[in-house]
């Protein structure tokens, strides 16, 4: 297995307000959508004492949200509302169902699959899907699949770290059945969740 050493965070150079400047001038010049937003005074608040997090919020500010955020949980939960639209608009395989939409999304960020057939395997552990056809569960394995691009031969998971973090945490917390089954089922692949 391999070993990922957690060093301290990098300094953080500069001002909070010099990198949300900086992330959402370079977001407004990819997306082509005007000048970048002023940076917000909240900014000072504990939620933002990662860069990450400063970036996210001039990401979503950037794409005309990120409004009255007070936590750092409501800004990566106003992350995956904006990352839900993508989902939902990745074409006919979407689910319909924003809460399923989240949970397969979920499941795959945190087991993985080695292949279409494992993955619609494992889409038994979703409650919505436990009995739904091989057919059903395949085309929901697809969908996933063409989400995200990486290293993994199916099912590359949301990113960053974070985010997939509480992705797993807030879709997954009250469903104990769901995590077990992940650890019984494939061993081979529970050093995914632990390597988020």
Known sequence: MALDVLDDLPAFE????????????????????????????????????????????????????????RSRSDLLEELLRHEDRYWEATGPGAPEDRVLRRRVVALATLAGASSEADAADRLRLVPDLADASHERRRALARWADGLYRGPSAFWDPLEPD???????ATT??????????VLVDRPDLVTRPIGL
């Open 162 to 168: 974070l985010v997939a973090e509480h992705l797993v």
């Open 14 to 69: 500069g001002s909070r307000q010099d990198l949300f400047l900086a992330a959402g001038g370079a977001f407004a010049l990819r997306d082509g959508t005007g000048p970048a937003p002023a940076p917000p005074e909240s900014l000072e608040g504990p939620t933002f004492a990662t860069p990450l997090l400063v970036v996210v919020k001039a990401y979503l500010a950037v794409h005309g949200s990120a409004g009255g955020t």
């Open 172 to 181: 997954y917390h009250d469903l104990p059945e769901v995590l077990a089954g």
